[in-house]
């Protein structure tokens, strides 16, 4: 079935956070085109819809729970697409990885225990370790002016504190798009497993993979690394339901898994919301969806592709790092020289375009921009024909 992704929906009036949400998060320019929040403005594959259509039609909207095949569907898919013999007993529900993230803070390390993230990284990885009363231990990422890193000496010595007891890692990493190595991968896996350091790995953005990428999940690694990862997944990036707030963590260790559920019974975090359950099943089961996923990564490719040379052509000091997965694009705007705060204004008030800040993500953000690819080619050219007006305006 051929996907039209150049088609384009109004969203305004929808309560969408990335249309309707502008005035809370961008209320000095609410009108500014979204290329921010990390969903996509193309409608989710035929499928979902007539699954949840089909749901909503019966009109009790009761308490609810997830189809029995749910967890057998999402480890044949992690099996298929990741190469994970991923087991169906591994799996747990949540509303959301953000919340899962959060619980498992909570669930592995005690007040004042170290937890160490890898800036510039999705920023609810900082809130998680602050909200629970843990200390952050930064192991930032290193550029080498062509793609990001990670420090694995620096990671080595932090694992090897005793007070550090959890990795939050996110693969592919977001804000700045990479798919690591196999080598690299199986580095930080060893890294945790040395040095008794629970790794969580977040792959929500793993299904979104360029063409010239091959995404391994960090705990198909070896059976070590297995035992001591915790990996949250979900279809919301990947089919666009991120509004129906249902995840699925993977725990092949039985003790992780039972201190993890319990922290999620403490947080009444399994009850499934109806249509994500629905959303889900129909996900990993039509096999629709998956041709909807192959042919969104060449439209999103393609998006790249323009976007890059729309910049070499009309604001060649604003680069683009080539991206390996999905539809956050890690924009470097440092050759303009402004502060983090001037940078914003000029994307926003000038350029009248939101994006997310790249000092938002912490680390070696400052002076990038996260810019969100997954819309309409058409809309993607509005906004950079925005921007390119300012930046001539400017005369950079
Ligand atoms: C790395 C990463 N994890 C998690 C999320 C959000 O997950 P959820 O909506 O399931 O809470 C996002 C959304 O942008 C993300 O980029």
Redesign the pocket.
Known sequence: MKYNFDEMLDRNGTLSYKWDGRSIDYPDNPEALPFW???TDFPCPRPIVKAVQERAAHPIYGYSKVSDDSKALIAAWEKKRNGWDAKPEWVTF????????SAIVAAFTEPGDGVIIQPP??Y??LDSVINNDRTVVNNDLIFDGEKWTINFEELEELAAKPENKLLLF?H?L??VSRVLSEEELRRVGEICVRHHVILAV?E??SDLIYRHCTFHSIAALSKEIEQNCIV?T?P??TFNI?GL???AILIPNKNLLKAFEKETAKRVLYIANLFGATAFQAAYSDPECEEYLEQLIDYLWDNYLFLDQYLKEHMPKIKCQKPDA?Y?LWLDFRELGLSDEELQKFCLQEGNIALDVGAWFGGDGSGFMRLNIGCSRSLLKQGLDRLAAAYQKRGF
Do not use: E, M, R
């Open positions: 929040i990390a969903d949540t509303n959301g990885i953000v919340p899962a993230l990284v999705y609810p990885f996110c592919p977001n804000p977040d929500i953005h949250a979900s919301s990036k991120a707030q249902l995840s999905t956050l």
